[in-house]
């Protein structure tokens, strides 16, 4: 049994290559992976722009009745040089004239009886925008390894990056092992139970913008169970299954996995709950058993694979943590292991949810993070800070 630290380490280990990559539409690109830096083609901003509607002055002229000269509408080429004693009315975004070196905001003026524009308040801010203020042409903007999200949509738009290259999503099979199983449509006897992890793990998949393969239930019989595997491990890179990894007469996929020549990582994690957690792997494939209770195959998922997945694609996985006190002491009987706990978060502190154990897949439903507890501790006291990792949505 190795510890969860170790076990998370051996499997960002265990990504030990990358996917390729693929050049593709930038709108498609959310939640994929960059595998090139994207470099600014311009300078941004690319002219000097007011950053308010109100008028552009030479700041000389700051105590002088000022002509207004024009308006200037963003989008309009605007005059490039104001006379003395001179103005444009300017709109938010517009260009304004290359000697004009202050804006007015509207707010701040007003029209003389005789028609002419007076600034009654002098901000000792510009008001502008200046050329290259933010960026200059030939600056990296995006690193290879981000994580696209909506705002390097906008970004790669900006920049005029419409195609993108980002790194191939790794071929990935689901399947569930158990013979108490029924697939979700139908109505278990009263001895079977619904699969809910392969549709779980398909949806974790599905988040990370994988789209895997599902392969079904395999039933609890060792040639079966060998045959099944091998089939999944030639057509995909990675392999995901859950249930069968524990010390039950009808777990057989430590056993099927060691016949098909692939070495296990690691089968068994100090944690709770999670502990008959598998990593095996042949050259460049990869088989993860995850748990069959489902507290524990969706913690385990988060926790052990979706970094490795992350990896495969050259991105190094940053959950969000929050750091906040709980709400109430904590107590467990049994402190041998590392504890999962999964919690909520009101008025800025820390609660864990009712939780009856790692077959309490509901328990998940209430809860936007879980914190660990290291092996150890029994109690935790009201008030310690925490850190919360948050599910990702
Ligand atoms: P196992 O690891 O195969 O001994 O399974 C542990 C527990 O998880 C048992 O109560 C199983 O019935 C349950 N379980 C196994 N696979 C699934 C699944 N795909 N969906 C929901 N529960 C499962
Ligand atoms: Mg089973």
Partial sequence: ???????????????????????????????????????????????????????????????????????????????????????????????????????????????????????????????????????????????????????????????????????????????????????????????????????????????MKINPLYDGIIPDNETITSEQIQQLTEKSDVVILTGGVSMGDFDFIPHAIRKIGFDIIFQSIAVQPGKPTLMAQKDKKTIFGLPGNPVSSFLQFELIVKPFLFKLMGHNYRPIELYLPLAQTYHRKKAERTSLVPVKIHDRSVIPVEYHGSAHLFSLNDASGFIIIPSGITSIESGTYVNVRLFSS
Wanted: proline content about 4%.
């Fill in 1 to 207: 049994m190795i510890s969860l630290g170790e076990a998370i380490q051996h499997s960002i280990d265990a990504a030990f290559f990358l996917t390729d990559t693929e050049k593709i539409y930038f709108t498609d690109s959310l939640n994929r992976i960059l595998a090139e830096d994207i470099i600014a083609d311009i300078d941004i901003p690319s002219f000097n722009k007011s950053a308010m509607d109100g008028y552009a002055l030479r700041k000389e002229d700051i105590n002088h009745p000022l002509t207004i000269l024009q308006v200037v509408q963003a989008g309009d080429n605007p005059i490039r040089e104001l006379p003395p004693q001179h103005c444009v009315k300017i709109m938010t975004g517009a260009r304004i004239p290359d000697n004009a070196n202050y804006v007015a905001k509207i707010e701040d003026t007003y029209i003389d009886e005789n028609g002419f524009v007076r600034i009654k308040h002098i901000e000792n801010k510009s008001n502008i925008r200046f050329k290259a203020e933010d960026t200059k042409k030939g600056d990296v903007i995006l690193n290879k390894g981000c994580l696209i999200r909506a705002q390097e949509i906008a970004t790669l738009a900006t920049l005029g990056k419409t195609v993108v290259s980002v790194h191939q999503t790794p071929t990935v099979s689901i399947a569930s092992t158990g013979n108490e199983l029924v697939e979700p449509h139908n109505i278990p006897t009263d001895y079977q139970i619904r699969n809910s992890n392969a549709y779980q793990i398909i949806a974790q998949c599905l988040q």
